[in-house]
Nanobody, 122 residues
Framework: VQLVESGGGLVQAGGSLRLSCAAS????????MGWFRQAPGKGREWVAA???????LYRDSVKGRFTIFRDNVKSTIDLQMNSLKPEDSAKYYC?????????????????WGQGTLVTVFS
């Protein structure tokens, strides 16, 4: 199983970034997929999830600003992040699981990517 994230970078507050994750070695179309993040000195937290059927869930702090997408043909998920805030700065990880509930609870997660760094400056 391999999940490879890309798209992180440095952006000014109020700006946008789009993260991507390419998956291989899993039954992608049957998997729920999601994004987590971990800021320095803090624990990893769930950000967004999308079911194999396309249902989407978001943590409250990103609702209305972040959108998760999936492409079952390409086996990729994206996270469009708009109106970014300094508190969104973190390393963002792609994850796969059996269900969006598993992703929301952070357990069990079947696979993790290596992460991509997002830094938002004011």
């Amino acid at each position: 199983v391999q999940l490879v994230e890309s798209g992180g970078g440095l952006v000014q507050a109020g700006g946008s970034l789009r993260l991507s994750c390419a998956a291989s070695g899993i039954s992608f179309s049957r998997s729920a997929m999601g994004w987590f993040r971990q800021a320095p000195g803090k624990g990893r937290e769930w950000v967004a999830a999308i079911s194999n059927g396309g249902s989407k869930l978001y943590r409250d702090s990103v609702k209305g600003r972040f959108t998760i997408f999936r492409d079952n043909v390409k086996s990729t998920i994206d996270l469009q992040m708009n109106s970014l805030k300094p508190e969104d700065s973190a390393k963002y990880y792609c994850a796969a699981a059996d269900s969006v509930l598993s992703l929301e609870e952070g357990n069990p997660v079947d696979a993790w990517g290596q992460g991509t760094l997002v830094t938002v400056f004011s």
